[in-house]
C-alpha cells in the first residue's frame, strides 16, 4: 500500500483522500509535529503552558489550535477546544484522530475534562494521541478518556453531526 506522506493545513475546501480509522504511523508522526508547530502560537502570559493541538478530518485535513489565554483568567480556551471550533467553523464535523502536544518532557500531556466533553461531542470512537516533546506518544480512544459518557445520542440528535445543507 502507498501512503503519501505530507498532510497539509486545509482551508474552507475538504480535500478527499480517505484510509479508514487507522492513520499509519507517519502521519501520527506528521499529525505530532503539527500540534507542535500550532504550540509555537499559544497566546499563555499567565500560564506560560503552551499548548498545541492538530486535528485530522476524515478527509485528511488537519486543523490546529493552540491555548490562548486571557486577563480575565476564566475566559481562557485550550488549545483542542480551539482546533475543534475552527474545524466546525469551516464546516468540519467527522475527525479521525486529535494529537496534542505540551512542553511537559516527563509526561504524556493529558487533555482536560472540559475538553475530552467537547472531544466526544464529535464521537466516541475517535483517536486521541497524547505526546512528548520528543514525539513519543500515547494513543487512546475518546471512550478511554472519557467513560460512560454523556453525547448528542442521548438526546436522540441522531443527526447533530450531519453538515447543514446535508441535513
Ligand atoms: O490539555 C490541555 C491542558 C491545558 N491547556 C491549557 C489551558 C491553560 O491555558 C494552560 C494551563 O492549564 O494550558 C490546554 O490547552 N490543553
Ligand atoms: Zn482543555
Known amino acids: 500500500m502507498h501512503f503519501v506522506l505530507d498532510l497539509f493545513v486545509c482551508g474552507a475546501q ?8 487507522h492513520v499509519p504511523d507517519p502521519f501520527v508522526k506528521k499529525l505530532i509535529q503539527q500540534s507542535q508547530e500550532a504550540k ?4 499563555c502570559p499567565y500560564s506560560k503552558f ?5 486535528l485530522l478530518t476524515l478527509d485528511d485535513c488537519v486543523i490546529t489550535g493552540c491555548n490562548v489565554e486571557n486577563a480575565c483568567y476564566n475566559l481562557g ?14 464546516g468540519y464535523r467527522s475527525f479521525k484522530a486529535i494529537a496534542i502536544a505540551s512542553d511537559l518532557e516527563e ?17 466516541s470512537k475517535w483517536d486521541v494521541y497524547l505526546s512528548k516533546p520528543d514525539g513519543s506518544y500515547l494513543k487512546m480512544s475518546v471512550d478511554e478518556l472519557l467513560p ?4 448528542p445520542e442521548d438526546l436522540s440528535m441522531k443527526k447533530v453531526l450531519a453538515i447543514p445543507h446535508e441535513a
Open 50 to 54: 503552551r499548548v498545541g493541538a492538530a
Open 77 to 90: 480556551i485550550c488549545a483542542e477546544r480551539n482546533a475543534i471550533s475552527k474545524a466546525v467553523s469551516q
Open 14 to 21: 475538504p480535500r478527499h483522500r480517505c484510509w479508514g480509522s
Open 40 to 43: 509555537q502560537a499559544a497566546y
Open 148 to 151: 460512560v459518557s454523556f453525547g
Open 107 to 123: 509526561q504524556f500531556i493529558s487533555p482536560c475534562g472540559g475538553c475530552r466533553q467537547f472531544i466526544r461531542e464529535f464521537g
